[in-house]
Every structure is written in structure tokens, then in C-alpha cells.
């Protein structure tokens, strides 16, 4: 992979995990839980003639198996996948991949070039190699005139002050310690205004 500081110069195909673990719509929730464990993986794509068709993570497993106690030698991947899978090209920036899995709520897209399924892309990929869009967002901060502290020892631990939730990522913002959604929600807001 080429090394580069500029976030919008990455692309998928430089952050996407290759080659990708498929299963198929007949696998049953014990075979890919063993894949999963396997590869050291999160999820599998469910693919037909090569094509994606659906994904199953490790949450799919837990909520859709698990919970309801369910026997996984019996279910199918085709009952507990999550179907369209979402596809982007290798092409697509960082950036455009990002925007998309926020606007679909979905934290994994499946990489696909001319129809066959190349890689899959996460936000745990991007961020991985990208630590400069939260550099990124503490900039847009810094433009609106909101000091960012951050301890010489990195990210706090705790319940973000706005929202309420546990974040492993808090900064301090004006006094206030907030979660990474919250930082996002506040440059958001001084753009519109």
C-alpha cells in the first residue's frame, strides 16, 4: 500500500481486507461461526456464482441464533443474513465509503469489480489507517473557535457528557468530555449554522 497523509487520496482498494471468507445460502450458522473462528474474522459474505448476495457477521449469530436459542447446525445463512449487501467499488474514496455506511447504517460494504466480489471494507479498516480524520474533525473544531484538549496519554475512557453513552474514544471539548458521535454531531452543527 502506498503511504499517504491525505485521507481523500486513499481509496477502498487501499484499506480492504483480500481476499474475503464466502459462504454460501446453504451454509448453516455452525459452519460460518467456524469459518469466523477460523480466519479470525467477524463475518462472512454470502455469495451465489460468485456474486454477493448477503453478509452474516458475529452479531448476526448472537441475535439472530443465540438469543433465540437456536440449534446453528439447523439454520440456514440464507434466514439470518442481512440481504442486499451493500457493494462499493475499489475506486471509491474513503471519504464517498464512509458517507455511505453512515447514511445505510451498516459498518461493512463488500468490494465488488465488474460484479465478483474483490474485498470488504469496514469502518474498523478505514480507521485503522486513517487516524487523521479524527485529527480531520478536531480541525473543523479548532475553525469554530472550540478548544480540543487531549491528554499526552490519548483518548479518555468514560460516559460521554452529552449523550450519556461509553465511548473509549472521549475528548475534552470546551470543558465537556465527548464521544466521537457527539464531536461529529457538534462540527455538523457549525457547518449548518
Do not use: F
Amino acid at each position: 500500500m502506498k503511504l499517504t497523509t491525505l485521507p481523500d487520496e486513499l481509496k477502498v482498494r487501499d484499506v480492504m481486507s483480500s481476499p474475503v471468507i464466502e459462504g454460501s445460502e446453504n451454509d448453516t450458522a455452525e459452519v460460518l461461526a467456524q469459518k469466523m473462528e477460523k480466519y479470525n474474522i467477524g463475518s462472512v459474505v454470502i455469495t451465489k456464482n460468485g456474486v454477493p448476495v448477503g453478509i452474516v457477521t458475529k452479531t448476526d449469530l448472537v441475535w439472530k441464533v443465540v438469543a433465540r436459542n437456536l440449534k446453528p447446525s439447523e439454520v440456514k445463512a440464507s434466514s439470518i443474513m442481512s440481504s442486499p449487501i451493500h457493494l462499493v467499488d475499489p475506486e471509491t474514496s474513503i471519504e464517498e465509503a464512509l458517507r455511505k455506511m453512515t447514511n445505510l447504517k451498516v459498518s461493512r460494504l463488500a468490494v465488488t469489480y465488474k460484479n465478483r466480489l474483490v474485498g470488504l471494507v469496514s469502518v474498523k479498516d478505514i480507521l485503522q489507517v486513517t487516524p487523521e480524520i479524527l485529527e480531520i474533525v478536531k480541525e473543523h473544531l479548532k475553525i469554530r473557535g472550540v478548544t480540543v484538549s487531549r491528554s499526552s496519554e490519548g483518548y479518555v475512557e468514560g460516559y460521554c457528557d452529552e449523550c450519556g453513552e461509553w465511548s473509549d474514544m472521549l475528548l475534552n471539548v470546551d470543558g465537556r468530555y465527548l464521544c466521537e458521535e457527539c464531536r461529529l454531531e457538534l462540527t455538523k452543527r457549525g457547518v449548518e449554522e
